[in-house]
């Protein structure tokens, strides 16, 4: 039960204010990633705002909820094959989002992301967002483990 | 000046709720998207909590910008090429957000879009986010005018 560990926003960021993902930030989405064998979950509940139109969940939060957990299933899977003790600091190079049909925003949705490909700095993550068991709308994208210097680089 | 007219917005969807694009969702983002020429172009103010990290734009925020704007720019276009009086509803089929480099969060961004391919329900938009005169991210996306049964039907 992934619900029962702590997240990797938790234990990694816990000052992070990131739309997204920062536990941090009191008007985001605070998104829980969470490992779970060779895949990172989270599970999240809309608010009522953050719907496109009535029951239906925006594109734009679907691909925020995607893009900040597939970041952090990359940050993991770089952190794994280095052998290091804490994420890299790793930022979006591109993100491709398919919304395959509706998806209800009146109760939780399931995250779910998986490095595909994981080479030097940066990984390939393929993720889904799934609500009421059907998968709405998935997710491929690249994510890059910055390097000193960037503005990013402290980011957790 | 794109700001003196009145957005597609403001007069197709007032009462929409949209968290990127509804004028009656206070707790979202509001955009105002005005064609100008060819174009479709929004100027938006980020707020303190729609960052990444410090001074720098959530690319989950910026993919949201451009979904929504995109989507009106193909509702725009369709509109057009129907020669209709309204634009239909719209929906985003999938959307692919490249981020070029940080995009600073300290003030205005610009979205500008324009539809490069118009055909049957659909329309292509290709997309720029801009800021302190640097693309930070491009996005290309697929939007599609739904049948009437479908939920977003009367969405605006």
Chains 1, 2 share one sequence.
């Not at 990797?8 to 930030?25: E, K, R, S, T, W």
């Not at 395959?100 to 990984?123: I, N, Q």
Request: hydrophobic letters at 40%; charged letters at 20%; proline letters at 7%.
């Amino acid at each position: 039960m992934p619900e029962r560990t702590t997240s990797l926003q938790d234990i990694y960021a816990a000052q992070g204010v990131c739309f997204g993902c920062g536990p941090a930030n009191e008007c985001g989405l605070r998104i829980k990633s969470r490992p779970q064998g060779e895949n990172v979950v989270a599970i999240w509940t809309p608010e009522k705002h953050h719907e496109a139109f009535e029951g239906v969940l925006s594109g734009g939060i679907i691909g925020t909820l995607l893009d900040c957990h597939s970041n952090w299933t990359a940050a993991w899977a770089l952190m794994r094959a280095a052998g290091a003790d804490h994420p890299p600091c790793t930022v979006t190079a591109e993100y491709h989002v398919r919304l395959l049909r509706p998806t209800p925003a009146g109760g939780p949705v399931t995250l779910s992301a998986r490095a595909v490909e994981v080479k030097g700095d940066r990984a390939i993550v393929e993720a889904t967002l799934e609500a009421e068991g059907k998968v709405g709308a998935t997710c491929r994208g690249t994510f890059v483990a910055v390097k000193p210097g960037h503005p990013a680089y402290h980011r957790w």
